[in-house]
């Protein structure tokens, strides 16, 4: 049985953790396997916008422990520096962060350890009422190592990140909504229609400048002021091209706004 479902419908990837049985705990295969499906979703012309969500009651309850520690105690550095391009999660951690569709997950139950770590990595997050967030590794001596502390710092903060950190405590959905972890708290059997309510407003919008402005925000983190100004205005104009696909969509604005007047 695949542990990754994967089902393309309306220029949406759904992509389906599916180890529900182990809270869809991340091993080896499934790994490998969202490998894949990120590598195919980057590729697929047909595809805009992925959501990422989980089989069963957890959205991903992170390392699968039982194979994670075998395969590193006994590691070198050199192990470690050939996991740096992957990473645990499939990529989008780290080794495909840099996909510029955009990937929303739909939060349907527990995202701690390196399933909070995966739902941080995602550009939008939309949590059932259901949902719980933790960085439960510090309980079994570990810490985040997959982009964990370097994007709950980004995210909700130096104080949040600390906290959430050091506690290693569970947090709620509606708590992760206060701390700016998550857009939306929705009821669970809301989840999937919400997530699609935002891949909408997405694919509204011009696909070019979508995905110039990801790659852009991506790469002014971290810079100095003057340097992330100059890039976001490189990119931003060398992203239009000719202009074709800007005059297009403002003659159709200018067109329902014409005739909204004369109705």
């Known amino acids: 049985m695949a542990k990754v479902l994967y089902e393309k419908r309306n220029r949406i990837d759904y992509i389906t ?3 529900p049985d182990a809270l869809n705990a991340l091993d080896g295969e499934l790994n ?3 490998w894949a499906v990120w590598n195919d979703f980057a590729a697929d012309a047909a595809l805009d916008v992925g959501v990422l969500t989980g089989a069963g009651k957890s959205f991903c309850s992170g390392a ?7 395969k590193w105690e006994k590691a070198n550095m050199l192990d ?3 996991n740096v391009p992957t990473g645990i999660g499939g990529g989008i951690k780290r080794g495909q962060h840099r996909i510029t569709k ?5 939060v349907n139950g527990h995202a701690i350890g390196g399933g909070f770590e995966l739902a941080l990595a995602c550009d939008i997050r939309i949590a059932s009422d259901k949902a719980k967030f933790g960085v439960f590794e510090v309980r079994y ?3 985040q190592g997959d982009g964990g502390i370097v994007r709950l710092v980004a995210i909700a903060g130096l104080a949040t990140a600390l906290e959430l950190t050091l506690t290693g405590r569970e947090v709620t959905a509606e708590e992760a909504f206060r701390l700016r972890l998550v857009t939306e708290v929705v009821p669970h059997d809301n989840l999937m229609a919400a997530a699609e309510k935002y891949a909408s407003m997405i694919m509204r919008n011009s696909q070019q400048a979508i995905r110039s402005a990801k790659e852009t925000i991506l790469d002014v983190v971290g810079r100095t002021l003057d340097d992330a100004l100059r890039l976001e ?3 931003a104009y060398s992203s239009l091209g000719d202009f074709s696909e800007a005059r297009e969509r403002l ?3 200018y067109s329902k706004t014409k005739g909204t007047k004369e109705a």
Do not use: S, W, Y
């Open 64 to 70: 699968d422990l039982k194979t994670f520690i075998p």
């Open 17 to 19: 953790l599916n180890r």
């Open 251 to 253: 003659a159709q604005f």
């Open 141 to 143: 001596g570990l810490h």
């Open 80 to 82: 470690v520096r050939k």
């Open 233 to 235: 205005t490189i990119n």
């Open 102 to 106: 955009p990937i929303i997950a739909a």
């Open 32 to 34: 490998d396997e969202l």
